[in-house]
């Protein structure tokens, strides 16, 4: 698959898991954490004294950098083979606008080694400015679902059915890939800006996403007559790809750079040491 690489080598215990729990959604694990964002509020409110950045376009670098520096949260098991994406992409499904009834588009974005939360959010806007101007809904993914959407169940069904399959075997046509969500690194959901708090949400046996991340709304709290910053997020992953050291490790990164945001301006590749 031109996407990504199998993986060879994988420890016993991850081959026989797959084995196991053959479908993604057997092994999702959740995690709920709330982490201190007060450094990160305090950086992004002082940036936006010169830079039209929001707390969407920071933490999707965050989500960037810890992706390029854990590896393995990049991986997927298809047909009960694990592989690494070969590019990391951050998507999200992004509404028109903000009305109950509104079109929904699905966005996949590509996280590049020399990207930073500047580059990154301009990306974001560009993208969000061309679909509500527009009111584009893309190609590929996201025209293909509104071609199926109105087709009878007589067809419609046999159809997604022979999708799924070509799915697992990975043989899928490139523009059915393209602006899915279901073919990216992770999938990120904002719902804080709704004012709720982070939930679980389920990832698909359908494409090749293993991690989906919903963030929380931001809440502030007083300590000691100091003013605190705490953020729910929920995380939903695929236990396969990886043990719980690892991704307790990898939520140990994220608060990290949650306290030193001004790693947010370097390159999401560089390598991030953490003191033990």
Same mark, same amino acid.
């Given at each position: 698959m031109?996407q990504?690489?199998?993986c060879k080598?994988? =420890? *016993?215990?991850? $081959?026989i898991m797959?084995?196991i729990?053959?479908k993604?959604?057997?092994?999702?694990?959740?995690?709920d $954490?709330?982490?201190?964002?007060t450094?990160f509020?305090?950086y992004?409110?002082?940036?936006?004294e010169?830079? #039209?950045?929001?707390?969407?376009?920071a933490f999707?670098?965050?989500?960037?950098?810890?992706?390029? =520096?854990?590896p393995?949260?990049?991986?997927?098991?298809? =047909?009960r083979? @694990?592989?690494?994406h070969n590019?990391?992409?951050?998507?999200y499904?992004?509404?028109?606008?903000f009305?109950?009834l509104?079109?929904e588009? @699905?966005?996949?974005?590509p996280?590049?080694e020399?990207? +930073?939360?500047?580059?990154?959010?301009?990306?974001i806007k560009e993208?969000v400015?061309?679909?509500r101007?527009? +009111?584009? !809904?893309?190609?590929?993914?996201n025209?293909?679902?509104?071609?199926l959407?109105?087709l009878?169940?007589i067809?419609r069904?046999?159809i997604v *059915?022979?999708l799924?399959?070509?799915d697992?075997y990975?043989i899928?046509?490139? !523009?059915?890939?393209?602006? +899915?969500?279901?073919?990216?690194?992770?999938?990120?959901?904002?719902?804080g800006?709704l004012?709720?708090?982070?939930?679980?949400? =389920?990832i698909t046996d359908? *494409?090749?996403?293993s991690? %989906?991340?919903?963030?929380?709304?931001?809440?502030?709290?007083?300590?000691?007559?100091?003013? #605190?910053?705490?953020?729910?997020f929920?995380?939903? @992953?695929?236990?396969r790809?990886a043990?719980?050291?690892?991704?307790i490790?990898?939520?140990h990164?994220m $608060?990290?750079?949650?306290?030193?945001?001004? %790693?947010l301006e370097?390159k999401?590749?560089?390598?991030i040491?953490?003191?033990?």
């Open positions: 031109p990504a690489k199998r080598n994988i =420890n *016993g215990l991850n $081959q797959i084995d729990k053959p993604r959604s057997l092994g999702e694990v959740y995690i $954490q709330e982490m201190d964002v450094n509020v305090n992004i409110k002082k940036l936006k010169t830079e #039209k950045i929001t707390y969407f376009h999707s670098t965050m989500v960037g950098k810890v992706l390029y =520096n854990r393995l949260l990049n991986r997927y098991i298809s =047909n083979h @694990m592989y690494e590019d990391v992409t951050i998507s499904v992004m509404k028109v606008s009305e109950d509104s079109k588009v @699905m966005v996949v974005m996280i590049l020399d990207d +930073n939360i500047f580059s990154i959010s301009k990306k993208k400015e061309n679909v101007s527009k +009111n584009d !809904s893309g190609i590929g993914a025209n293909a679902i509104n071609i959407s109105k009878p169940n067809l069904v046999p *059915g022979l799924k399959l070509f697992k990975q899928l046509p490139s !523009s059915l890939i393209k602006d +899915n969500i279901y073919y990216s690194s992770i999938i990120i959901s904002d719902i800006s004012h709720c708090d982070g939930i679980y949400h =389920n359908f *494409g090749t996403c991690s %989906l991340i919903t963030i929380g709304e931001i809440k502030e709290v007083k300590e000691n007559n100091k003013t #605190k910053y705490y953020c729910d929920g995380i939903t @992953m695929d236990e790809i043990d719980g050291f690892y991704f490790k990898s939520i990164l $608060q990290h750079i949650l306290d030193n945001p001004e %790693l370097d999401v590749s560089n390598l040491e953490i003191e033990k």
